[in-house]
């Protein structure tokens, strides 16, 4: 693909100037194509894929326009689908137009105050960078007045239309005169974006970049087969053993976002998350804390991520399997930059999502390892390392002197410093009691998913119903219960674990001294008792029957 300087487009002294002052160098292929095209005046359509230089793509050649002819209000639009995304572009306008003396642009989205954002279009602006929401309260509230505009941008257009601003666009595009240019970039095209083009440009230069190599190169990308109700375990563990701070982890939606980055922080680790939902000081305050460095985990949805750089992320986890393709490409580009190697970490439910992502492997031409949960014993091993570490360095490179004196005070009182050491050490191993101790049930049903995956399908052609049941429930009975170390969870682990029946569907369960109960749905009791009797719970041989309930 090829680039030029941007010296080669016959660009205004002042915007050259602003070029320089930012430091780039050449134009990246996107830019080398649609600049010359955009300002011939043309409608362009441009697609190449995120982090590509698109914004300047269209900023410069609108500024240009600005520049040649110069007139009064608002002479440029550009709708962007998120508030960050907004932002950004104006941060990066505000930079081209800086030498130019009397461009202003301003950024107007939702979230801010509506009376200040009025203040600013009062008194002047030539550039609106704002989503399409807010755009369109200030056209009702006559705040914003479209008139004047020569130049229209729709960028991240695939974006705009998946958070469904469709109507809104149309409304926006009424009060546009039809003497203007149109500009449509995107990261990927659908039939729905063609259509709009159809409406609203005029022979458009249609340019596609495609990527020559996909960004997967140089990543170790790894697939776990979990149950959901493991996911958060199955990521505590990984980020334990990997240590890959900062970690970036996306989930689908804002609320497993937010769910997931509460779980976190009660587990003890530092996690921040990003989504569309938050106020702009709380994105920029978790933004900020991210890029010094201060958050080992960062939770985003796809779109609150999109076109925000940050680098030199040590994994990417894709919580939730990415819905396009395209996603995932985007989602771990942003691991092993600049040289290093990347680490990918996928999580994958069922066979749906199996099939989605053998899908993903076609699409990327690249595979994706089948891998396995860290053990219980491993995490712990790594804890220990850990702190082995942190102890010899403190014991290498700092004065104790004072905290030895409280040791030997301590033992004074009776209590030897190998037991202050134990006690600091679980401290220290379950971040001061927040951090759990990974357990082996889990362990359990981490190596049992697949064998009951398989078990699963069989049962489903025996013809055993899967998923919720509203059959009536029996009661089982096992003869071990709290002597032998009977937690619930072994139960629900064991059971779920082997017998292919969803955790879900075991009812309440009793802890007896000497023995247990517990409810399954009636049509699964069979399978559940022939199972039991035949592995172990705990480690220990169980015999299970129908309970005799004659309460
Ligand atoms: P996109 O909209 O395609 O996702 P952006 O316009 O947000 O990409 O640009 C991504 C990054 O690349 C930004 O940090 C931007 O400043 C930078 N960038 C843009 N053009 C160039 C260029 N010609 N040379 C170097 N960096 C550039
Ligand atoms: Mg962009």
Redesign the pocket.
Known sequence: MHTIP?SEFGLSEPVMQAIDD???????P??TETIPLLLSGRDVIGQ??????????FAIPAIERLLADRGNGVQALILCPTRELAI??CD?IRKLTAHTGFINPTAIYGGQDIDYQIKRLRSGVQIVVGTPGRVMDHMRRHTLRLDGVKIVIL??ADEMLSMGFREDIDTIFADIPSERQTVL?S?TMSPEILEITKLYMKDPAVIRVLRKELTVEGIDQYYFNIPQSLKIEALSRLMDVYHPEPAMVFCNTKKKVDELVSAMQLRGYVAEGLHGDMKQQARDHVMNTFRGGRVDILVATDVAA??I?VSDIGAVFNYDIPQDYEYYVHRIGRTGRAGKKGLAFTFVTGSREMAELRGIIDYTHKDIIKSSIPTSAQVMECRRLRFARRVCAAVESEDLSQYIAMVEQLADEGISSVEIAAALLRSEMTSGGKTAMPSEADDFIFAGHERRRNAERRSRSEGFRSGRSDSRSVRIHINIGSCSGLLPKHIVGTVAGETGIEGRLIGKIEINERFSTFDVPQEYAEKVIDVLNRTRIIGRRVSARLFNDKR
């Open positions: 941007f930012i430091g780039y160098e050449e134009a990246t996107i830019q190449s894929q995120t982090g590509t230089g698109k914004t300047a793509a950004q572009a990066e960028d991240e970039f990261a999109r076109g750089d």
